[in-house]
């Protein structure tokens, strides 16, 4: 069967342009013992996408080698298999790049429980949803009524973040970059605040939504946000570094702040990435299904059509203008 | 009996003057039931004084209240007693404060076996001992074989700390503030490599030091070191902030490093002041004891003469004028 993969021919400079990819027609192979075929429905488009790209970036994962198809994860569905825990038809997520069909031997794919809708499982049951999980529960380790700041909390993470923490009791500030985000999460989402980072006295708005400080902080921006809930740290406060988003199409990083509060704080501050933490996938992924069938947890999914649509749609994550989770319906 | 003490009149501004201080001439009270009288031998002179000198630092331990004598730790010997756990003539230890006698109720004394030398006391079984302990093997759970870097060096922390990590089968690097100093790191405590911290070429004799790149960072001053440090550091690295003594006498504190390597690297910051851990104290004088009966720990005291010798000398921590362990040999 011919279908269309997107490959990565160059590495970007500092933004994503289109000449970075080359559009390719391929045949599926016919199919080995142990192999499946699946066709994606839903290609998620992640910040991390960035770093995959860029090689001298000395990152976590191995960069995309040139030629090769893009990275991402997504949803397909199983319509051809060798396999037999792969039934035809079954749903599966995985690691399955930006092409409409998929050869794998089953290897880091997850059957779907039915039930589920698709972008629900991209919003809240992919790495998004585990990343806020393993930062904020396992590294966090919030108590009910302390106070959590969130960063780019009208992302897929960041919205992810604040939730489970309303769930779990505590008091939750979110950063983003709009009044129309902040307005989403505190209407719909439920969270207490939530303050525009590029409001002129953000620093005294932060100070303001958090009379008692701030407990936990979820950094997925880094920026003025970093510095301005930095000095609101309380003792024993936790600082769990998820992303830094605003320096992703920097080639001038922003400074950090100075580490004298970290003492004075006594401040644990950790940096975490999904690789170190797949083997608790299973059981994070239970825990968010949990609160999704609660009703805990909303979700908000930007959807753009067909799988072209990935190579400027990609830019949305950079200049903010996404809203929701973003993805590609194929 | 009359006595000399020294009290703080007034705080810093930046820098510590002698017209902070009163020189005072007291009487000692009759004692009462319970309470035990010191002659204070060997006072200890610390960088943490200065925090407690300065009110609006917003530290975590009070401030010395203005006309109270100068708080500080000390060894003395007890001269008069009616409290039968701390008998004439035995040798303790404990919060002293800049006095030639001090009254006490015992609590917070800790008797001393006989046989350590005073200066020994001091420099290894006193709080900077505790301290090196406490950041390096309680947080930073090193490894054998793991490289360490500690700025500060040959400072009262730093010096023990280079040496427990020696002890423990680490590649041990030292930054300092001369030559000599980093002679007495590599030839005299065994150091793998020890650095001069105004070199031009620091960070690329940092490199070169550690070609394996560093597990753990012991914090001790800030600055240069610091970004310096902060990208070599290996996966899963460890950065203990102890101190940021480059910072104490500026009204500019430096900037931090930006956080993106703290996410890549998925490293762990953490600060951490004494206090939270005295519980731990008693088992940590074992440990330390057992590495100096070793001959693992060696020491050298910087000794001053007289009470009154405080009030200038108190300055060597922040010129760095000082080789060794800050003392006052009264």
Request: hydrophobic share 40%.
């Amino acid at each position: 069967m011919e279908y269309t993969a997107i490959k990565l021919v160059k590495r970007p400079e500092l933004a994503i342009t289109p000449d970075l990819f080359e559009v390719v027609r391929l045949q599926t192979p016919e199919l080995q013992d142990g192999q499946i075929l699946i066709k994606q429905t839903h290609m998620s488009l992640d910040p991390a996408m960035k770093g995959w790209m860029m090689p001298d970036r000395d990152s976590y994962i191995p960069p995309v080698e040139l030629g090769d198809v893009m990275r991402s994860s997504g949803v397909g569905e199983i319509v051809e298999s060798k396999n037999d825990r792969f039934p035809v038809g079954a749903r599966v997520q995985g690691m399955t790049g930006w092409a409409e069909y998929i050869v794998s031997n089953g290897q880091g794919m997850n059957l779907l429980p039915e039930g589920i809708p698709t972008e629900a499982v991209l919003c809240v049951l992919a790495l998004p949803g585990m990343t806020a999980y393993q930062g904020l529960m396992n590294i966090g380790k919030p108590k009910a009524g302390e106070t959590l700041v969130v960063s780019g909390a009208a992302g897929s993470v960041g919205s992810m973040v604040g939730q489970i923490a309303k769930a779990e009791g505590l008091t939750v500030i979110g950063t983003a970059g709009s009044d129309d985000k902040c307005q989403w999460l505190t209407e719909e989402l439920g969270f207490d605040a939530a303050i525009n980072y590029k409001s002129d006295d953000l620093a005294k708005q932060l100070a303001a939504a958090a009379p008692n400080g701030v407990d936990l902080y979820f950094e997925n921006t880094g920026g003025a946000v970093q510095h301005a809930v930095f000095n609101l740290m309380n003792a024993h406060g936790r600082i769990m570094v998820c992303g830094m988003i605003s320096d992703y199409n920097t080639s001038n990083p922003s400074v950090g702040p100075n580490w004298m509060n970290i003492i004075k704080k006594r401040l644990t501050i950790q940096g975490f990435t999904m690789p170190d933490h797949y083997d608790k996938i299973p059981s994070m992924m239970q825990a968010m299904s949990g609160y999704l069938m609660e009703g805990k947890i909303k979700y908000r999914a930007h959807t753009l059509h067909g799988l072209e649509s990935a190579i400027e749609g990609i830019n949305l994550l950079f200049t903010g203008g996404n809203t929701g989770k973003l993805m590609v319906e194929l």
